[in-house]
């Protein structure tokens, strides 16, 4: 269901009068194209304290212009702040840019991972945290603001080149932790270059499921556009479109219901060569209040989202079937973060898959070599929310920053870069694609 409001302030008289009755601004947001460079403008690297990171070798790959005129994209260097005194620094690095950084422009903030030992520097490098997440609420313009921790710039190569490319639009707010080191057979730092950059999962296989419609078909898409060879798993009923998207991605599709005791079991054994990107996407919602709710309701949201979720890894991680350097991308939702009046099951399955993710991710990394991350979407344009009352629908998509509802490729995009060979560094992370939801934010 196209965002009416959204088209309407894109048009003079409609900025106009938006702009009288102070009413949401939202952006057209500039997302990926192959034909259009990274960012229109150049990129600005900014350094607060005294930084240890080797920074400018990963920004010069990230494919920004360098020009002189306005930036599209910031990049301040925090990791050296060590106290109240030092944020001082942040404040006199960014004030003076951060009015000229472009519509849809990216700001990300490079912080310490917490420290244990010295309560004045982890007060300091938390106050970046709220830093990032005031900035991304005033920012407006289609700009985000992020903040990544990290010890090791190339370890987060990837990630810096997601967060500052359009690849990123709907993702402001966000703190995302990179540790220093890489999983499987990537090589040391997480680095590992792609043979080709263009199509980083080239010669892997990737498995999403529920991926006919909504969100799963634009992330196959994007993984095959990414160069893998993709399999569209979801329900027999979904058979027409699964097989005419597998066509059209060059993939397969494996038509199994993931509730089926036996679904990890036929995945494995439909792919006898191995997995590399295994998405859990199939997803349902049964929405009641809790007193209104039957417990087959309730059970079944539980058992598509939560339970088939646990199954299914299980079974493929046990068969040996996901192989190292591989990678589990889990799809929560921002209601599992911060709960959602009628949706007691969906948001109880949600935050259960933050919970898998959070206990499995060091395991997974340490005995199969697979990282383990999640990505929560907030609103985002489906058939699933086209569905909502209109009410609803219409607080959900003004309701954060940059106050529109995102795309299934926003999602997509996510999903690529933790997929991508050399975010091996980045583990246990559940990353919110929701333009920074008021929700739980
Ligand atoms: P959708 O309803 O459009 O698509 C879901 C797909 O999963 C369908 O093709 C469906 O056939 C398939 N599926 C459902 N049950 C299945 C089963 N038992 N076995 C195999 N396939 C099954 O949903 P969507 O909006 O694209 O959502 C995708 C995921 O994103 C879900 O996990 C959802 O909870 C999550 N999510 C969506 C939003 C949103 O705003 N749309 C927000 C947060 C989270």
């Not at 990630?159 to 990179?178: C, D, M, N, R, W």
Request: aromatic letters at 2%; hydrophobic letters at 45%; glycine letters at 12%.
């Amino acid at each position: 269901m196209a965002d009416r409001y959204l088209s309407f302030t894109g048009t003079a008289p409609g900025r106009f009068l938006t702009r009288r009755l102070g009413l949401p601004q939202p952006a057209a947001l500039r997302r990926w194209s192959a034909e259009r460079p990274v960012l229109d403008g150049g990129l600005l690297h900014l350094t607060a304290g005294t930084s240890k990171l080797d920074l400018a070798p990963v920004l010069a790959r990230a494919g920004l212009g360098a020009d002189s005129g306005r930036p599209a994209a910031v990049v301040l260097d925090a990791t050296g702040v060590r106290d109240v005194a030092g944020l001082a620094e942040v404040h006199a690095a960014l004030h003076p840019v951060v009015r000229s950084v472009t519509a849809s422009g990216r700001v990300v903030v490079l912080g310490a991972p917490p420290d244990p030992a010295d309560h004045h520097r982890a007060a300091a490098q938390q106050a970046l945290e709220g830093f990032t997440r005031s900035l991304g609420k005033e920012i407006g313009r289609g700009r985000t603001v992020n903040l990544v921790r990290l010890t090791d710039a190339a370890a987060a190569e990837s990630t810096l080149h997601f967060l500052l490319s359009p690849k990123s639009a709907y993702v402001s707010g966000q703190v995302i932790e990179v540790g220093a080191g890489a999983a499987g057979t990537d090589g040391a730092g997480g680095a590992a270059a792609a043979a080709d950059p263009d199509r980083p999962l080239a010669g892997r296989t990737a498995l999403v499921t529920g991926a006919a419609r909504g969100i799963g078909e634009a992330v196959a898409g994007t993984l095959a556009r990414d160069g893998a060879r993709v399999v569209v798993l979801d329900v027999p009923q979904a058979e027409a479109d699964a097989r005419r998207l597998a066509d059209r991605l060059g993939g397969t599709a494996l038509l199994l219901d993931v509730t089926a005791a036996d679904a990890g079991e036929r995945i494995a054994g439909a792919l006898p060569g191995g997995l590399d990107v295994l998405v859990h996407n199939a997803g349902i919602t049964r929405d009641r209040r809790l007193v209104n709710m039957p417990a087959d309701r309730w059970s079944s949201v539980l058992d598509v989202n939560l339970a088939s979720v646990l199954r299914t890894t299980d079974a493929l991680l046990a068969a040996g079937t996901l192989r190292p350097g591989g990678r589990i991308v889990a799809t929560a939702s921002i209601a599992g973060i911060a709960g959602n009046a009628g949706q007691t099951n969906y948001g109880a399955s949600k935050a259960g898959v933050v919970g898998l993710v959070r206990s499995l991710a060091p395991r997974a990394l340490a005995e199969h070599g697979v990282t383990v991350n999640a990505v929560a979407p907030g609103f985002i344009e489906t058939r699933m929310t086209a569905a909502v009352p209109l009410f609803i629908r219409e607080a959900g998509r003004r309701m954060n920053s940059l106050a529109q509802g995102g795309l299934p490729a926003d999602v997509a995009e996510t999903t690529a870069w933790l997929a991508h060979p050399a975010s091996g560094a980045v583990n246990g992370q559940v990353v919110r694609v929701c333009g920074q939801s008021l929700l739980g934010a």
